[in-house]
């Protein structure tokens, strides 16, 4: 059973008791919520086919590494990061990584959240 409000996968067996899985990731939720509203038959077809814990946790997996492969990379790029870490400025260094966390979010949830 799927709860998309709270975020929790409740896996039923015949011989054990349900273990409940909860995902906090904000980009599980934007996921969940747009796919209740634009994918339904998708939607409906993971949970009633008892994959929807696997695709999730898969597609939780996939977005976050997406996201540090394309951070990792525009620090490895972008000069004035690296001169930022050269001369000691860690709020600049910080700085600069969370703006390209936000970047990397804008495509990543593009190409795998909103779909």
Known sequence: MLDTNALTVTHNTVDTEPT???FRSE???????????YRKDRLRKLVNNGEILSYLTELD????????????????????????LAVGDLCKAQGLENMFRLCAREAVYADLVYV
């Not at 939720?29 to 209740?36: N, Q, W």
């Not at 490895?76 to 690296?82: H, L, N, P, T």
């Open 20 to 22: 409940v899985t909860a």
């Open 27 to 37: 980009h599980i939720k934007y996921h969940l919520h747009y796919s209740a509203e």
């Open 61 to 84: 997996k996939a977005v976050e590494n997406a996201m540090e492969r394309q951070v990792e990379k525009w620090k490895a790029d972008d000069k004035e990061y690296q001169q930022a």
